[in-house]
Each structure stands twice: as C-alpha cells, then as structure tokens.
C-alpha cells in the first residue's frame, strides 16, 4: 500500500511539471511501458540496483533525484543509463550539475532541469551538444543566460518556469543563433510568474524582417572571405592578427542602412543598429545597402588570436589589461569603402 501511494504521488508530480508519467523505482516493475518511468534516487538502495538497469530498456522517461554530493556518482549513473537504456526524455530534481564531465546520451531529446536543480549554462549546454535535444524544461527563479543554447543543433522549444508548471504561458520570444552556415530557430516560452499579465506573444522583434535577415545573411557568409579582406586592410596597423587566416566566429551581417535592423550574433548578442545612423569617410550621410563584419573576443585564447594589444606602460612598468570581452565590427558600402556611425 505504501508503494502504490507513492507511485501516485510520484505520478501527480510528475503530470504538473512534465508529460504524464508514473515513476517506479529500480527493482519494481512497470505495467505499462509508454507511460512509465525510472526515478533513481541517491539513496544507497537504488545506487546497489543499477546493475539492473537493463530490465527497463525499453522505458524512454528517467528522473534522476537527490545528487547534490557526489559528482562522480552522478557521472556514473549517466553513463549507465547511455550504455543500458535509450531514454527519449530525462528529468534532473534537486541535483548538482556544475561540475558534470560528460553527458552524451544518443536518443535524448527532452531535457527537464527541476526543482532546485544547479547548473551553469555555459557548461552544460556546451556538455549536450552532442545528444539530439528538441526540447529543454528549465525550473528556476531566474531567467537563464543563453550564450551558448546555439551549440544544441536539433534545439526547437526552451519552455522556463519558476512554478510548478509549464502548461499557462505568459509570453513567447523566438532566438536566433547560427551554427556554421545554418540559423537555428529555438522557440522560449515563459510560464509561471515570468512575464506574468503581460500580452502573450509578445515578440521583441519583427519576425519577419529577421527571417529576412537571416536569408540575407546565410547568402553573404559565401563572401566571407572578401569582408575579412577588407577588414585585414583597414584595421588600424596596431591590431595585427598573429595568425589572419583564424577565423575568431566572424560573422558577415547585410541591412539596408535606411532602416533599424536587428541582428543574432551566435553567443546569444542581439547587435541593433539604427536606420540612418552611417556616414561616409568625408562625414556625408550614406544611403545603401551596407556590410557588416561583427565578432566578439569572449576569452582569453579569442583575445590573443586577435591581436589586440593587452599591455601598456606606466610610469615606465609594463602593466597587463584584464578583458571580460571585446567586440569588433566594421562597416562597408556596396563599394567595398568603409563607413562610419
């Protein structure tokens, strides 16, 4: 009898926050398949039964519960489930995910981080890119950082709440983020008390003046080449890259320099340049088509490949610049002649 009312409260939890489904633990078995899952707790009982994990193959849902001590325990849990099973969606609650040094599970696409669940985005992301995730829950009292969501290729929803579910959204965004010579579209959707009596819907940007962007742009990365050219020639003779062939994330950007555009750098920067805001080397107002050249320097290899001079003196000793990030851009006209803001 106690089994059963914990399954039920298991199952209940389960359906506020996630898909519907009733949670066994190791050693009990499921009646049915499609809508069962594996919870793994950090308790001693459950970690002497993991060799039994191939008894639940064939169930696609596993939450993993209560790993907050231990960060070789949960490493080895996630290698256990990658070699024993295929879980299609996996659920973290109360666990410690920042110092994770794998995580690669093949048939994963619904990734569900719950219920005081700590992580830092910036590594996990980096950690999943290769699993197929389409969909990412985040529980949290904070609206995450996305500077790295681009990494997740197959990505297509980020669903965020800091209640217990994700069901009433209150607004919905859409970012853009490019991966080689593709853009990824992720849908993000705020539940909970996030953006809570605002308009639903609400998009930041003109949807569809980006997608126009975003062709626009995936056409000009073909002439790459010839905008790093231009920049090598009118950057300023100090900044000198070591090795120029290296491309640092550059990123080629087309607008039309009457109007505002937008623009979706890859580490999750937004560049907004207003309309009209270009004038020629000899200070007139230009009007035209105008090519962008953006990238940013994020870390301490990306600040030396480029060639950004770090040191200085003073009153004869050599002090060192400390850099949380850079950003380079340059602008040209249809003419291959640089522009100013």
Sequence with gaps: MRNLFL???????GNSISQTYAFYRI???????????????????DLDKLSQLEKYKN??????????DNY??????LSMLARHTSPRA???EDCDLMMLSKFEIKTLVKLSLLKNTLFYENSLFPLLKKNPLTTIEIQSSEIPVFDSLGLLKELKEVKLSNR???????????????????FINVSISYAGDFFKGEQKNKMPFNTQKINE???QTTEMIEQMSALRKLVR???PAYLRQPLPEISINDTGFVMDSRNTSYFNYNSGSVIKIDGNAFVTSEDEDYSGPVRIFYREFRNSVDIMLSGVPMNSMVNGEEKLFKSGGMYEIYAFDAKDRPLRA
């Design 164 to 182: 217990n579910s994700f069901s009433t959204v209150n607004k919905t965004d859409k970012l853009f983020f490019k991966s080689g010579d593709k």
């Design 7 to 13: 399954i039920f409260l298991l199952f209940m939890y």
């Design 213 to 215: 962007q975003v062709k």
């Design 27 to 45: 050693g009990q078995s499921p009646t049915q398949v499609e809508s069962s899952g594996l919870l793994i707790r950090n308790y001693k009982r």
């Design 59 to 68: 169930l696609t849902c596993f939450k993993i519960s209560g790993f907050k």
């Design 90 to 92: 996996l659920i973290f």
């Design 72 to 77: 070789e325990k949960l490493d080895s849990v």
């Design 233 to 235: 020639t009118n950057r």
